[in-house]
């Protein structure tokens, strides 16, 4: 599975946003433009780390330098293995994204 994390044009967005996976598969993030990150919230806390609210670690990709790897040639990455077939919540961290609508899951 591959998920693109923002656009070269700006747009604060997963895509796709809902992607339905198996125990095992592997996510791969994509981060195509702006200052993005991949963090892992939960349904009733969208736009904070799960680990302020429960006591699970959680994921994070931290920010990944777009620009910087652009003129290398390349696409930054973060890939995630499905460990369980309950829902994955993820964000982006920077700024407002996520309260502008930056979010997506999984299962």
């Given amino acids: 599975h591959v998920v693109s994390v923002g656009s070269p044009n700006g747009t604060l967005t997963f895509s796709p946003d809902n992607l339905k996976a198996?125990?095992?598969?592997?996510?791969?993030?994509?981060?195509?433009?702006?200052?993005?990150?991949?963090?892992?919230?939960?349904?009733?806390?969208?736009?904070?780390?799960?680990?302020?609210?429960?006591?699970?670690?959680?994921?994070?990709?931290?920010?990944?330098?777009?620009?910087?790897?652009?003129?290398?040639g390349m696409i930054p990455t973060y890939t995630v293995k499905v460990s369980a077939k309950t829902p994955l919540w993820f964000y982006c961290s920077q700024g407002k994204h996520c309260q502008n609508g930056m979010v997506m899951v999984v299962n």
């Fill in 22 to 72: 198996d125990v095992g598969d592997m996510i791969q993030f994509q981060f195509r433009g702006g200052n993005h990150s991949v963090a892992q919230s939960n349904f009733d806390n969208p736009c904070t780390p799960i680990s302020d609210h429960t006591n699970q670690t959680g994921i994070f990709s931290g920010y990944q330098p777009v620009a910087a790897s652009k003129a290398m």
